[in-house]
């Protein structure tokens, strides 16, 4: 039997792949979007999130949820914990897209949605992935375009994972009931420096790009004067000091447990998003 599967965030970088992934895996998609802009393969729905009266309709006879916070989203609790709370009542599966590292303190508010789910009593999955590959196009393109990745990373390393395999392994999440209860770190293949990453995008985009080592006021402002607002800026700064302290360069098999593929490389990423970055 087809699963009615509502993803959230289905404009975005993990929505796009992963409405397509479900759509081929013959679920019924409906693609939310605050506008519920036409999606390609999905039936879609309009959700806000800032919005409960669109929860209903969305979720209404869903079998499973993608659940994840807007992008510059500082009060996670506040956002998701009433869409958490909605797809509860309705009985619907939850995969939460959190990020890697946030169980290591209860206080961090993504961790709190986290124990939210967890004793909610519905099948759910978590899935933390690490830094992902594609802020490179996205955050960071503003200094990348003039030849340097600024980031107050120091000499840390991070396995960066590209977009598309958080899709594919919330694929898997959504349509196999084996995972269900299980909080899975996803990361890509290899932990590389900030150094090595550029000159990985050097090699994609045939020009040089060099690593800039800077601090955390130099890197807000940076952000903001490329359209970040401040505040999520700061939140992106302060979430460089995992980075620094080397908590970020652990590599795990969960893209391939769940999705049935290796990961792909930066070296993947770079090649396939050269033209963005360029």
């Keep these: 039997m087809s699963k009615t599967i509502l993803v959230l965030g289905s404009t975005g970088n993990v929505g796009v792949p992963l409405v397509r992934a479900l759509a081929e895996a013959g679920a019924t998609v409906r693609a939310a979007s605050r506008k519920g802009s036409p999606v390609a393969g999905a039936i879609p729905v309009r959700f806000d999130y800032a919005d409960p009266a669109t929860f209903g309709p969305a979720l209404d006879g869903a079998d499973a949820v993608y659940v994840l916070a807007p992008t510059g989203t ?89 977009a598309r395999d958080i899709a594919l392994a919330a694929a898997g999440a959504l349509t196999q009931s084996q995972f269900d209860g299980q909080a899975i770190d996803l990361t890509g293949p290899a932990a590389l420096s900030y150094a090595e990453a550029a000159a990985v995008l050097s090699e994609a985009t045939g020009r040089p790009i060099r690593y800039e080592p800077t601090d955390d006021p130099t890197f807000v402002a940076n952000l903001v004067a490329g359209g970040v607002p401040s ?48």
């Design 74 to 162: 500082v009060d996670a609790p506040a956002v998701l914990n009433p869409v958490i709370d909605a797809a509860v009542e309705r009985g619907a599966k939850v995969v939460l897209q959190t990020a890697f590292g946030v169980n290591t303190d209860d206080a961090i508010p993504l961790r709190q949605v986290e124990r939210r789910l967890e004793g909610s009593g519905v099948p759910h999955v978590i899935l933390r992935p690490n830094w992902f590959a594609d802020n490179f196009h996205l955050f960071w393109v503003h200094d990348i375009r003039q030849g340097r990745i600024a980031v107050p990373a120091a000499d840390g390393r991070s396995a960066f994972i590209d």
């Design 231 to 278: 505040a999520y800026a700061t939140f992106l700064a302060a979430i460089f000091y995992p980075v620094r302290e080397g908590w970020t360069a652990a590599v795990t098999d969960g893209v391939e447990r769940l999705s049935g593929r290796p990961g792909r490389t930066l070296a993947d990423y770079a090649r396939d998003n050269a033209h963005r970055l360029a």
